[in-house]
């Protein structure tokens, strides 16, 4: 069993960033964040794969250009850092973990991890 504690939500304005972090308590080979707004369904933000070149990253289309994934497989962290949100980006935010070497968009559907952590909320504020 892998533990995911999530850490770095808040509140934050318009045009502003944020930095998400998620501290695992194993390896595993694909870590994501994923996002939930009341009355919407979770939703893939962004995915990394291990890689011998530093990982392979997937993201939705809503945050291409301003979310950026990073993870430290000796630490076994994972961050999110986010640039330019915006009220649509406003929603309780998940990492997630799986053993097996997702790709595309398996990376970044919900069904397909095992481990999850509690969530961090995000707020933007206009």
């Known amino acids: 069993q892998v533990q995911l504690v999530e850490s770095g939500g808040g509140s934050v304005q318009a045009g502003g960033s944020l930095t998400l972090l998620c501290t695992a308590s194993?390896?595993?080979?694909?870590m994501a964040w994923f996002r939930q707004a009341p009355g919407k369904e979770r939703e893939g933000v962004a995915a990394?794969?291990?890689?011998?070149?530093?990982?392979?990253?997937w993201y939705a289309d809503s945050v291409k250009g301003r979310f950026t994934i990073s993870s430290d497989n000796f630490k076994n962290t994972l961050s999110l850092e986010m640039n330019g949100v915006n009220a649509e980006d406003t929603a309780m935010y998940y990492c997630a973990a799986d053993s097996r070497a997702l790709w595309g968009n398996e990376a970044l559907t919900a069904s397909e991890y095992k481990y999850w952590g509690q969530g961090t909320q995000v707020t933007v504020s206009s």
């Open positions: 194993a390896y595993t080979f694909t």
């Open positions: 990394i794969r291990s890689g011998s070149s530093g990982g392979i990253t």
